[in-house]
C-alpha cells in the first residue's frame, strides 16, 4: 500500500511559487519527487493557478470607415513582396501650391516665370 504524503508549507509554498511562474504540473512533480496527479490535487486544494496570459488585441472592426491613402497597415500589405517593400508612403498633394482651388486644370495653363514665349531666361 503506498504511503501517505506528508505536505508541509514549505513544499507548499514551492508548489505554489512554481505554478505562479507558469510550470507545467510535470516540472512541478519531477521538482517535489512525487506524481503528477499529487500535485495536480494538492495545487488544486490550495488554489495554484497559473498567472493570467496577457490579453489578445481585437480583431479590427469591419464596419470601420477606409483607411487613408498611405495609412499604417494597408500600405505594407499592398507593396508586400514587390520592389516597393522597404520603401514608404510617398503622398504629393497636387493641390499643395494651389489656394484658388482650381486644381492641376489651372496650375497647366499658368505659364511659368522662368519661360517665355517658349525661351528660357
Known sequence: MPRK???????????CRLRA???????????????RNAAIERGRRLGARLPPRPA??????????PLPAGAEG????????????????????????????AGMRAHATTPRPDVIQGEFQ
Open 5 to 15: 504524503l506528508e505536505w508541509s508549507p514549505p513544499r507548499d509554498a514551492v508548489l
Open 74 to 101: 494597408s500600405w505594407g500589405v499592398l507593396v508586400q513582396g514587390t520592389s516597393l517593400e522597404d520603401s514608404a508612403y510617398f503622398w504629393q498633394n497636387p493641390m499643395r501650391h494651389r489656394t484658388d482651388g
Open 21 to 35: 511562474e507558469g510550470a507545467s504540473w510535470d516540472a512541478i512533480a519531477s521538482e517535489l519527487a512525487i506524481s
Open 56 to 65: 489578445e488585441p481585437a480583431p479590427p472592426d469591419p464596419n470601420r470607415p
